[in-house]
T-cell receptor, first 110, second 114 residues
Framework: SQQGEEDPQALSIQEGENATMNCSYKTSINNLQWYRQNSGRGLVHLILIRSNEREKHSGRLRVTLDTSKKSSSLLITASRAADTASYFCASFPQGNMLTFGGGTRLMVKP | EPEVTQTPSHQVTQMGQEVILRCVPISNHLYFYWYRQILGQKVEFLVSFYNNEISEKSEIFDDQFSVERPDGSNFTLKIRSTKLEDSAMYFC????????????FGPGTRLTVL
């Protein structure tokens, strides 16, 4: 079993639509982070939500955290073609080994 | 805005050769990390480094790997004798606030072992 699994694995939407990605994790966490990765490029930190927070916003991003269900969601509103990327959740199930999920590949069609 | 830089962007080497991947973390950060991502797979933690020593390492980080902060700015990952399965993107990251806070990633070095 993996810490941090995203759902769906792939998502294709039209520009302007909202995109929702989900992440489930298994052990207790201090925080959960979301990253974006454009094809073949590095990881860009998007947002960090702490275990005592339920929702956090950053621009067009909205992240929720439900520690009782051990799940988080990332919502991108009014998507743009430039949002096309892979999105990963990451957390620290042990020590400071940041552990990534498998990611959701988002395709936003113009 | 400060960023993590990595060199080279692409390294091609022969199996059995030593490689050194270089990173310049964000200047006031205290925590340094290496990750790798085999093509099409997850990003995997390799090692964390704080106060001039390894603080954690994963099972991947065996005796073939070593890290060093030779001066006040560079952070290096050495693979002593590369294997075909070491081919991957290697990402350096740094963080300043604490062990479990935001990490800032470099653009990566693509290592190809032939």
């Amino acid at each position: 079993s993996q810490q941090g699994e995203e759902d769906p694995q792939a998502l294709s939407i039209q520009e302007g639509e909202n995109a929702t990605m989900n992440c489930s994790y298994k052990t207790s966490i201090n925080n959960l982070q979301w990253y974006r990765q454009n094809s073949g490029r590095g990881l860009v930190h998007l947002i960090l939500i702490r275990s005592n927070e339920r929702e956090k916003h950053s621009g067009r991003l909205r992240v929720t955290l439900d520690t009782s269900k051990k799940s988080s969601s990332l919502l991108i509103t009014a998507s743009r073609a430039a949002d096309t990327a892979s999105y990963f959740c990451a957390s620290f199930p042990q020590g400071n080994m940041l552990t990534f999920g498998g990611g959701t590949r988002l395709m936003v069609k113009p | 805005e400060p960023e993590v830089t990595q060199t080279p962007s692409h390294q091609v080497t022969q199996m059995g050769q030593e490689v050194i991947l270089r990173c310049v973390p964000i200047s006031n950060h205290l925590y340094f990390y290496w990750y790798r991502q085999i093509l099409g797979q997850k990003v995997e933690f390799l090692v964390s480094f704080y106060n001039n020593e390894i603080s954690e390492k994963s099972e991947i980080f065996d005796d073939q790997f070593s890290v060093e902060r030779p001066d006040g700015s560079n952070f290096t990952l050495k693979i002593r004798s590369t294997k075909l399965e070491d081919s991957a993107m290697y990402f350096c990251a740094s963080g300043g606030q604490g062990r479990t806070d935001t990490q800032y990633f470099g653009p990566g070095t693509r290592l190809t072992v032939l």
